[in-house]
């Protein structure tokens, strides 16, 4: 059952610079389109996950599925309403757990405010307990937690008001490797326990591949592939899919990422014409210069590619 339906989602920016500045150097007002005509469906109960470099606009999806930011155009729905402000149904989860828990609350009051704020009962312990804490860990203030704890503080947070879909923004990104697996972990039981969806974004396919039902692959704002983990791993039908796949499991010798991918990601003020991966791209011909491929079914998936059907991994004959 569809639970949050997105549609034709965009987000501008006006990245002018200050007005005085402008005016004296005789510049134009500029805009950046972070986010463009996104669609897509997140199932109740289920996870989707949105996969892309840094800028590519899935904070900003993020943002605006939760209610805290404003399309320039599109929508998103919830049970057919538009999302127009944040909801008790729908909490967030963010990278930086410390940032995201005010330091001189206590972490019971913490963990109750979301639930609080609209006049809900919780019981701030029990909700430790669920995340894997104790109760008594309430009376304690975050500082004296880990990454790890803290993160679960934050999960324990978002479960509060009792929402039917969590958007994690770089949930585990900030943690240790050992501890990231324990928090995904978490998330994992408590929507078989709860039915609750998750909108999970990460710029690592190696963490959404065993999470997500759903995989959205974002370059410059744009949907460009959506598939089930099986076929987009198997059968990545954008060539960018398939860089991305390459590229994940090389890791160096301290389990750190190695910096990816071939090219860099063009200016979003001014992208290329055609399909913005088209600089990057090993399979680009002159079509792929002039006119961008629309997302359409590809196999199992959809895809925006000129070229879907010949898009191979490396070391896949
Ligand atoms: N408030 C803002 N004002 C101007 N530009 C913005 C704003 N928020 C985001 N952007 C721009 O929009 C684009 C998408 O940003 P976004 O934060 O959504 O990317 P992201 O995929 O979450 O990246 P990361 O992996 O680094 O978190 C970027 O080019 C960013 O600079
Ligand atoms: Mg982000």
Known sequence: MSLAVVEGLTRRFDVSKPWLERVIGRQP?????????????IEAGRTYALVGESGSGKSTIGRMVAGLLR??????????????????????????????????????????EPARARGMEVEPGALLERVGLRAIDAQRYPHEFSGGQRQRIGVARALSSRPRLIVADEPTSALDVSVQAQVLNLMK???????????????????IRHMADVIGVLYLGRLVEEAAPATLFERPAHP?????????????????????????????????????YNPRCPLAIDLCRRERPALEPVGPGRAACHR??????????
Not at 189 to 207: K, N
Request: net charge negative; charged share 25%; proline share 11%.
């Open 29 to 41: 007002k500029r805009s950046l389109t972070a986010v463009s005509d996104v669609s897509m469906t």
């Open 71 to 112: 399309p320039s155009e599109g929508e998103v729905r919830i049970d057919g309403e538009a999302v127009r402000a944040p909801r008790a149904d729908v909490q967030m989860i963010f990278q930086d757990p410390y940032a995201s828990l005010n330091p001189r609350w206590r972490v019971g009051d913490i963990v109750a």
């Open 189 to 207: 039981d408590l929507q078989e326990e709860t039915g609750i969806a998750f909108l999970l974004i990460s710029h690592d396919l190696t963490v």
């Open 240 to 276: 960018y899919t398939a860089m991305l796949i390459d590229a994940a499991p090389k890791l160096d010798g301290f389990g750190r990422e190695v910096p990816p991918p071939v090219g860099e990601i063009p200016d979003p003020i001014a992208p290329p014409p055609g399909c913005a």
């Open 308 to 317: 879907a059907g010949e898009v191979r991994l490396e070391g896949v004959a």
